[in-house]
């Protein structure tokens, strides 16, 4: 039986239930996993994870160690429709990796590329809180959905790899400005105009 209440110790118990975390989620996933489970695992009452994380999508970013909550950061894109939605994507995404939090989405992605399970890790927020949220932001056919998605994330992935990660020239040092003049119609296309020909 599963102890409940505090351990000894609030930094202990907060790091158990980031363990189990970690774990919880690598194994069955964002949806599979759940704060029930979780707490079991690491000896502690689920309201006890609900005191040091808040919700599910909370304790998830918290094991990510994301730089950025997509839960705030996504409506604020979405917000005035879908006019203009290449540009103002591409500029906030911009934004962030050139700021401070860039440098933890960067670790993040290169430890991506280098383990199994972290890039299980970044899918599973990919997934589930960057796109679903998005998707769920969009009106748009539910059959079309997930492809546009899918679109949107490999231009997305592509200008972290070649401006942040490998830092290919001109691209590396092109102005905010230039890059959203260049890749915003592209963005803005995925998502508003028709994927195949007539």
Same mark, same amino acid.
């Given at each position: 039986?599963?102890?409940?209440?505090?351990?000894?110790?609030?930094?202990?118990?907060?790091?158990?239930?980031?363990?189990?975390?970690?774990?919880?989620?690598?194994?069955?996933?964002?949806?599979?996993?759940?704060?029930?489970?979780?707490?079991?695992? %690491?000896?502690?009452?689920? !309201? +006890?994870? =609900?005191?040091?994380?808040?919700?599910?999508?909370?304790? @998830? #970013?918290? *094991?990510?160690?994301?730089?950025?909550?997509?839960?705030?950061?996504?409506?604020?894109?979405?917000?005035?429709?879908?006019?203009?939605?290449?540009?103002?994507?591409?500029?906030?995404?911009?934004?962030?990796?050139?700021?401070?939090?860039?440098?933890?989405?960067? %670790?993040?992605?290169?430890? !991506? +590329?280098? =383990?199994?399970?972290?890039?299980?890790?970044?899918?599973? @927020? #990919?997934? *589930?809180?960057?796109?679903?949220?998005?998707?769920?932001?969009?009106?748009?056919?539910?059959?079309?959905?997930?492809?546009?998605?899918?679109?949107?994330?490999?231009?997305?992935?592509?200008?972290?790899?070649?401006?942040?990660?490998?830092?290919?020239?001109?691209? %590396?040092?092109?102005?905010?400005?230039?890059?959203?003049?260049?890749?915003?119609?592209?963005?803005?296309?995925? #998502?508003?105009?028709?994927?195949?020909?007539?």
């Amino acid at each position: 039986m599963a102890r409940t209440g505090r351990r000894p110790g609030n930094q202990d118990t907060r790091q158990a239930i980031l363990t189990a975390a970690r774990h919880a989620f690598a194994e069955r996933g964002y949806d599979g996993a759940s704060i029930r489970q979780i707490a079991t695992s %690491a000896g502690v009452d689920p !309201a +006890l994870v =609900h005191h040091y994380f808040g919700a599910k999508d909370k304790l @998830f #970013l918290a *094991t990510m160690e994301a730089p950025i909550d997509p839960g705030e950061l996504i409506p604020k894109i979405f917000e005035a429709g879908l006019d203009g939605i290449g540009e103002r994507l591409v500029r906030t995404f911009l934004g962030v990796w050139d700021s401070p939090a860039g440098s933890s989405a960067a %670790a993040l992605f290169r430890s !991506a +590329l280098q =383990h199994e399970w972290s890039a299980r890790m970044l899918r599973e @927020f #990919l997934v *589930t809180q960057v796109l679903r949220r998005a998707i769920g932001h969009l009106q748009l056919d539910p059959a079309e959905a997930p492809r546009r998605a899918a679109l949107v994330a490999s231009q997305m992935a592509g200008i972290v790899m070649v401006r942040y990660i490998l830092k290919v020239e001109p691209m %590396a040092s092109m102005s905010q400005d230039e890059i959203v003049y260049s890749i915003a119609p592209t963005i803005q296309r995925y #998502l508003t105009e028709p994927l195949h020909k007539p």
